[in-house]
């Protein structure tokens, strides 16, 4: 069953972007599992989704319904996000190769494509399993994890990449940032990969981050990108992982890497260039949405970025 969400006009921000239409029309997000299954994280980027899209204009439907992969369906969606899906079967988190198939024909003809957290979980091969398409476009296998607050910086060759600057414009530069969240170890090293671009890397070394000698990897990426060779109209498919969406989402930067990891993959310049209030009304304040940790709420900073924090049931609050 899919659920839909849509933005309302109240207080809705429109994003000029060089004048030119957003791509970043609909997306699906998908939670799909077969494994262990994290609800409270799930609802919490569900609830994520849900406010960018009332704060940026755009129809966020969410599905756990593997039935959703036919070429039909998914060509209405500019975006498809897998929210922490995983499988128990050491293959991917799709029932038939039908329905892998279906999501292949549409990234090969110019779909998006984000991917968070526990969702490389599903391509971890086992002994009696054989490697699938789905397994290699993932570029990397998930491994043990390990929880903490690790420090995070941008990677050199992304802000080398003048294709990027949008894409990771809006952290910091030249600096680290601390997020907390289940960090993977990932087999083989993205970075091998010639097409892959590393976006952000973690510092093994992070006080917080107490990750085991067996499970460090030297180099550690946490989210990466690349895109496919066009198809014979010029499309080109997008991909972007990240590592981030298993612990809260009410942390420095995360609302923000996820909006431009959307409009990255859905074809658009990931930094809106202004924000424009509706003539009909003030500029947006804030946006709520009820997940599972409490109250997420988006408000929109003068920058034009979104700035999230979870406001408990309590009452207490926290994020920017």
């Known amino acids: ?14 994003i000029v972007s060089a004048g030119a239409e957003s791509h970043l029309r609909r997306i699906l997000v998908y939670s799909h599992s077969e494994g262990f299954i994290g609800s409270t994280s799930i609802a919490n980027v569900n609830a994520l989704m849900d406010s960018l899209g009332r704060a940026y204009p ?10 959703v992969f036919t ?19 050491g293959l991917s988190p799709f029932v038939t190769a039908k329905h892998e198939e279906a999501f292949r024909k549409y990234m090969e003809q110019g779909g998006g494509f984000f991917a968070t957290a526990l969702t490389m979980e599903g391509t971890y091969l086992d002994s009696n399993a054989s490697r699938t398409w789905y397994s290699d476009f993932m570029i990397a296998t998930e491994r043990p994890r390990t929880p903490g607050i690790a420090r995070i910086k941008v990677d ?6 003048s294709e990027l ?8 530069q030249d600096t680290t940032w601390e997020w907390e969240d289940n960090w ?22 992070s006080p917080q981050w107490r990750i085991p000698d067996e499970q460090k990897m030297g180099d550690h990426p946490v ?17 972007l992982y990240t590592n981030v969406g298993w612990m809260p989402l009410n942390r420095p930067y995360k609302a923000r890497h996820f909006l431009n990891a959307l409009r990255w993959v859905a074809g658009d310049s990931p930094v809106p260039n202004a924000i424009a209030p509706k003539a009909a009304g003030p500029a947006p304040a804030c946006y709520r ?11 929109l900073g003068q920058d034009g970025y979104p700035h999230a924090g979870f406001f408990t049931l309590l009452g207490r609050s926290g994020g920017t």
């Open 223 to 239: 989210s990466w990108c690349y895109k496919f060779p066009p198809d014979a109209s010029g499309k080109q498919g997008r991909f």
């Open 289 to 299: 949405v009820q997940g599972r940790d409490g109250v997420l709420k988006i408000f």
């Open 184 to 205: 993977y170890t990932f087999t083989p090293n993205p970075r091998s990969d010639p097409k892959v671009t590393i976006l952000l890397t973690a510092d093994e070394g």
């Open 1 to 14: 069953m899919i659920k839909v969400f849509v933005w309302g006009i109240v207080c809705a921000a429109a």
């Open 165 to 172: 600057a949008d894409l990771i414009g809006s952290l910091p």
């Open 58 to 67: 755009f129809r966020t439907d969410t599905s756990s319904d593997t039935g």
């Open 156 to 161: 050199s060759s992304a802000a080398r990449n």
């Open 71 to 89: 070429l039909a369906n998914l060509k209405q969606f500019d975006v498809v996000v897998f929210n922490n899906c995983s499988s128990n079967r």
